[in-house]
């Protein structure tokens, strides 16, 4: 059973989520996986609780 877990900022819309999991879904299925075992756990996060380069993401 895979647990795909996806962190990201904040701001999709309901609709873009449901694109990104049937997707990911779909990807796993053709890999011989049953969609039943998918597991996706979405993660949304502040630009300013993300850093690259020693850079928040918000002052970028």
Same mark, same amino acid.
């Given at each position: 059973?895979? @647990?795909v877990i996806v962190e990201m900022w904040k701001g999709r819309t309901p609709e873009q989520y449901k694109q990104l999991v049937e997707g990911i879904t779909s990807s796993f @299925? %053709? =890999?011989g996986t049953k969609a039943e075992a998918v597991q996706i756990i979405l993660k949304e996060n502040d630009k300013n609780h993300?850093?690259?380069a020693g %850079? =928040?993401?918000s002052e970028q």
């Open positions: 059973m895979p @647990v @299925v %053709k =890999l993300w850093a690259i %850079k =928040l993401c």
